[in-house]
Nanobody
Framework: QVQLVESGGGLVQPGGSLRLSCAAS????????MTWYRQAPGKERELVAR????????NYASSVKGRFTISRDNAKNMVYLQMNSLKPEDTAVYYC?????????????WGQGTQVTVSS
């Protein structure tokens, strides 16, 4: 079955860095775009960054552009989110997501999330 397992979250001071990882299994990873989302307390889940299947095309939320970098390693079935210059407003649970198509149906698959807390 499809599994997405995030790791790398933690507590970091403002201005610090973290690297999140998402290990994927149960589908053909190299054929699918991957996306990072986040959800802060009391807020809706929002898209942070997206990467195309080959890793050449990336998109970012305006709030993280220039500070976060999404990347992937198709040989290892891994997607990463390098987060630099972290701000308190980046505090959230971070999730990776894949959308898989079977016939005419599309299904969203999410990891369990990893907590990122930016605080002094």
């Amino acid at each position: 079955q499809v599994q997405l397992v995030e790791s790398g979250g933690g507590l970091v001071q403002p201005g610090g860095s973290l690297r999140l990882s998402c290990a994927a299994s149960g589908f053909t990873f190299s054929r699918n775009p991957m996306t990072w989302y986040r959800q802060a307390p009391g807020k809706e889940r929002e898209l942070v960054a997206r990467i195309g299947s080959a890793g050449f095309i990336t998109n970012y939320a305006s709030s993280v552009k220039g500070r976060f970098t999404i990347s992937r390693d198709n040989a290892k079935n891994m997607v990463y989110l390098q987060m630099n210059s972290l701000k308190p407003e980046d505090t959230a649970v971070y999730y990776c997501k894949v959308v898989l198509t079977t016939g005419w149906a599309q299904s969203d698959y999410w990891g369990q999330g990893t907590q990122v807390t930016v605080s002094s």
